[in-house]
């Protein structure tokens, strides 16, 4: 009879924990410089961004210019001097015009390897000046590691992300299903040594 009642919870603890997770983890964007709809009064050296969590191999980013051509040079990266893995950056091609660029970035979480994508845009207003491109790819380069996250006073603008923060719904089965079977089994218990009337 205990069997009875102890088998169906067996079998969802037992789904719950071999079921594929339920929530997914996302390198989703935190911010960047330049940040999202910021105008700037040059064309930057290069673009940077920082995600809310590890990034793995396969986190890209590209830039389009005014004109929809690409303008970046291909060398984005994961900053391999930042300890969290976070920080993304893309240097730009020197000489460019004033305008709007649309930054689109493509991240693999460290976590779980889940995939996440967006893309935001900056404007160079027409009185700035074009800045050369460093030499460096920026994985390499020591001044992306000396650039902490964007501060206040930075151009940066924080993305909020686009999904909510959820909680935990895996853990939460287990922890029910593990109090549901102790509750069975204390009742379970209690009917063996209960005295018969």
């Known amino acids: 009879m205990l069997w009875k009642l102890i088998a169906p919870l067996v079998i969802v603890a037992a789904m719950v924990l071999l079921a594929p997770g339920i929530v997914s ?51 984005a990266a994961i900053d391999l001097f930042d300890p969290e893995r976070k920080h993304l950056a893309v240097t730009l091609m020197p000489d460019l015009p004033s305008g709007e660029y649309t930054v689109t970035w493509t991240s693999v979480s460290g976590e779980d390897n889940d995939t996440d994508a967006g893309s935001f845009t900056f404007t160079v207003s027409p009185s700035g000046t074009p800045v050369p491109s460093p030499a460096t790819a920026p994985a390499a380069s020591p001044s992306a590691a000396a650039s902490p996250e964007p501060t206040e006073e930075a151009t940066a603008v924080t993305q909020t992300s686009t999904e909510t923060a959820t909680p935990d719904v895996r853990a939460l089965m287990i922890a029910l299903a593990a109090g549901v079977g102790a509750a069975v089994l204390i009742y379970g218990f209690w009917l063996k040594v209960k005295p018969r009337v």
């Open 25 to 75: 983890a996302h390198a989703e964007l935190d911010s960047s410089l330049p940040g999202s709809d910021a105008t700037v009064d040059q064309v930057p050296a290069q673009v940077e961004l920082w995600f809310t969590e590890e990034l793995a191999e396969g986190s890209t980013a590209t830039i389009t210019g005014p004109d929809g051509a690409r303008v970046d040079n291909g060398d």
